[in-house]
T-cell receptor, first 112, second 115 residues
């Protein structure tokens, strides 16, 4: 089955700096890669996703890149703000089913 | 739409007791997922249903865990008997359609504590 590795497990940045979170996946058939943000005590919520026919996608301060050959994808947050502090999860899904395999999560702390 | 609804939001029970967690997916969604979240193991998929049929239950820890989806608007996750190591947050999620890259919408979760 699919295996998703996520790094780093914790990330501390100064407000205004950029943050990058990286994930690798094992199943070359995976074709959909969402990113979820989970604030303390809340549910995970989708913030951005990318499909395998696209190399990069942007939405305001966040962007995701995908390298299918290397089987890795990354989340980039620019001009970080304290409200970006949360746990971020990457995930991967293939056409064989509707399941998402999640990475272990990254706790992002943005210091004001 | 009210989103995915889960009950109870918090459950404290003693070891050996039966626990039933409930989920109402978003109306019109075909797929339903049960996840468990702990600090040690992260977010784990336990089981998922498509059109009320269990598709993959390979994540169910052991026979003490069972899940049902008697109709499109209701699902239960039961633990019998419960053990302290079952303490976790259990999330239910639903998505519109299998086989398409649609977002999974998570419920608020049930925080289970087994003493």
């Amino acid at each position: 089955g699919e295996n998703v590795e996520q790094h780093p497990s914790t990330l501390s940045v100064q407000e205004g700096d950029s943050a990058v979170i990286k994930c690798t996946y094992s199943d070359s058939a995976s074709n959909y890669f969402p990113w979820y943000k989970q604030e303390l005590g809340k549910r995970p919520q989708l913030i951005i996703d990318i499909r395998s026919n696209v190399g990069e996608k942007k939405d305001q301060r966040i962007a995701v890149t995908l390298n299918k050959t290397a089987k890795h994808f990354s989340l980039h947050i620019t001009e970080t703000q304290p409200e970006d502090s949360a746990v971020y999860f990457c995930a991967a899904r293939n056409n064989a089913g509707n399941m998402l395999t999640f990475g272990g999560g990254t706790r992002l702390m943005v210091k004001p | 739409d009210a989103g995915v609804i889960q009950s109870p939001r918090h459950e404290v029970t003693e070891m050996g007791q039966e626990v039933t967690l409930r989920c109402k997916p978003i109306s019109g969604h075909n797929s339903l997922f049960w996840y468990r979240q702990t600090m040690m193991r992260g977010l784990e998929l336990l089981i998922y249903f498509n059109n009320n049929v269990p598709i993959d239950d390979s994540g169910m820890p052991e026979d003490r865990f069972s899940a049902k989806m008697p109709n499109a608007s209701f699902s239960t996750l039961k633990i019998q008997p419960s053990e302290p190591r079952d303490s976790a947050v259990y999330f239910c999620a639903s998505s519109p359609q299998a086989g398409v890259e649609y977002e999974q919408y998570f419920g608020p979760g049930t925080r289970l504590t087994v003493t």
